[in-house]
């Protein structure tokens, strides 16, 4: 049996994914990637919460402690959004098995999304350039 890898999410460097945004906690959540696509979100007592919006639920978001988010829903960390595929494949590239590599998950410097390429919706890592699959749009989001 294989170990599942558990990521966190955050505003810290210390953070597997860093995300610079003022409504993200330093240690906002963790995320657990599953072999069907899924992933498992456990809020880790952020000030802004963590939201899921399934599939098919128009702008509905849920507060989550913790919970499955399915490979259609949207993820919200504060007014930070993203869908699933976009995260598992963060997830992919922090752990080595995505097209892209960077320093090992956890480690400062591994990801750093601050700026938002509005023109196509894509946060670009600050460092290098290429494109992360996260959507800083709290504009367009409704609040529970």
């Not at 504060?78 to 699933?84: A, D, L, P, S």
């Not at 963060?90 to 999304?113: D, F, K, V």
């Not at 894509?122 to 290429?130: D, L, S, Y």
Request: charged content about 25%; glycine content about 10%; hydrophobic content about 35%.
């Amino acid at each position: 049996m294989s170990k599942i890898a558990c990521v966190t999410v955050g505003r810290s460097a210390t953070a597997a994914i860093t995300i610079s945004h003022e409504t993200v906690s330093r240690l906002h959540a963790e995320v657990i990637p599953l072999p069907d696509g899924r992933v498992y979100i456990t809020d880790c007592a952020s000030r802004n919460g963590t939201f899921i919006c399934d599939a098919g639920a128009g702008e509905r978001w849920r507060e989550v402690g913790q919970d499955f988010a399915d490979a259609g829903a949207r993820v919200r960390f504060g007014e930070v959004e993203m869908t699933v595929p976009h995260l598992l494949t963060e997830i992919a590239r922090l752990q080595g098995t995505g097209a892209a590599n960077g320093p090992p998950a956890g480690q400062p410097g591994a990801h750093q999304a601050e700026k938002l390429d509005a023109s196509h919706g894509v946060v670009r890592n600050p460092e290098t350039g290429e494109p992360v699959a996260l959507a800083d749009k709290p504009d367009e989001v409704d609040t529970p």
